[in-house]
Nanobody, 123 residues
Framework: QVQLVESGGGLVQPGGSLRLSCEAS????????VGWFRQAPGKEREGVAC????????YRLDSVKGRFTISGDNAKNTVYLQMNSLEPEDSAVYYC????????????????WGQGTQVTVSS
């Protein structure tokens, strides 16, 4: 049974950093790609970043390039999203998702989702 558990969200000031974790079970990181998505109130869910050990594909949203880094630890079966230089516009519920073999930004392609973790960037 595929399960994803996110952690690491919270309240941070603009310019600050957070590291989100997505602990996976029921599969290994070299089988499925894992993506991070976010959804702010009244906005569509958008793909933030994705990593696939299976084919090496990586995706990052243009607005987070240079600020966010996605990485995976196969030994811990955990994917991380390091978020630096956070902006108020980054505030959202962040979800990790899987069930695809190749990274992509379209949330509807992903079959399995975590419960989400809230990130709030505010002074």
């Amino acid at each position: 049974q595929v399960q994803l558990v996110e952690s690491g969200g919270g309240l941070v000031q603009p310019g600050g950093s957070l590291r989100l974790s997505c602990e996976a079970s029921g599969f290994t990181l070299d089988y499925y790609a894992v993506g991070w998505f976010r959804q702010a109130p009244g906005k569509e869910r958008e793909g933030v970043a994705c990593i696939s050990s299976r084919d090496g594909s990586v995706y990052r949203l243009d607005s987070v390039k240079g600020r966010f880094t996605i990485s995976g630890d196969n030994a811990k079966n955990t994917v991380y999203l390091q978020m630096n230089s956070l902006e108020p516009e980054d505030s959202a519920v962040y979800y990790c998702a899987t069930g695809v073999f190749r990274c992509g930004a379209s949330w509807y392609r992903y079959n399995f989702w975590g419960q989400g973790t809230q990130v709030t960037v505010s002074s």
